[in-house]
């Protein structure tokens, strides 16, 4: 007697080495996010930002932010932990660097960062509360697609 063939694998399955590669992934995103933190460390020490500009900082925070906005809804999905685990630290050490930077910017540098992050994320929760949960998740997932773009 022959043994029944397994049952096809779900989409969402994940195996055991999908989810390693997936925590190296996070591994290596922390160590590309921490590498500003000597910069900001001799910001503080000096409390001056010198010739340094937050944009591309504000950058990774608006992808790491809208990655999460995208992958909320399916948050369950194991597939989708890493990417959350490595996007929500990531929005927590950016968010960190725009502040410290706005704190030790000279007064007349500041307006314009500020300026970027508000209509940034007017821009994220646009797409997550105006939208319905079908366009919501078309629209953050093309926005994550090219504010990773933009980002690189």
């Given at each position: 007697m022959v043994a029944p063939a397994p049952a096809p694998a779900s989409s969402l399955e994940v195996d055991g080495t999908q989810l390693v590669l997936g925590y190296f992934g996070v591994a290596t995103a922390l160590l590309l996010i921490g590498s500003p933190i000597p910069t900001f460390w001799t910001i503080l020490n000096?409390?001056?930002v010198g010739a340094e500009e937050p944009y591309s900082y504000m950058a990774v925070l608006f992808n790491a932010a809208a990655y999460v906005t995208y992958g909320i809804p399916v948050?369950?999905?194991k597939t989708n932990?890493?990417?959350m685990l490595a996007n929500?630290?990531?929005i927590v050490f950016e968010l960190a660097y725009v502040i410290i930077f706005i704190v030790h910017v000279a007064a007349n540098r500041r307006r314009n960062p500020l300026?970027?992050?508000v209509v940034a994320f007017l821009g994220l929760l646009l797409g997550t509360?105006?939208?319905g949960h079908v366009w919501s998740r078309t629209y953050m997932g093309w926005v994550?697609?090219?504010s990773g773009i933009a980002m690189y």
């Amino acid at each position: 007697m022959v043994a029944p063939a397994p049952a096809p694998a779900s989409s969402l399955e994940v195996d055991g080495t999908q989810l390693v590669l997936g925590y190296f992934g996070v591994a290596t995103a922390l160590l590309l996010i921490g590498s500003p933190i000597p910069t900001f460390w001799t910001i503080l020490n000096s409390k001056n930002v010198g010739a340094e500009e937050p944009y591309s900082y504000m950058a990774v925070l608006f992808n790491a932010a809208a990655y999460v906005t995208y992958g909320i809804p399916v948050f369950a999905d194991k597939t989708n932990k890493p990417v959350m685990l490595a996007n929500t630290i990531g929005i927590v050490f950016e968010l960190a660097y725009v502040i410290i930077f706005i704190v030790h910017v000279a007064a007349n540098r500041r307006r314009n960062p500020l300026i970027a992050l508000v209509v940034a994320f007017l821009g994220l929760l646009l797409g997550t509360v105006v939208f319905g949960h079908v366009w919501s998740r078309t629209y953050m997932g093309w926005v994550a697609m090219f504010s990773g773009i933009a980002m690189y």
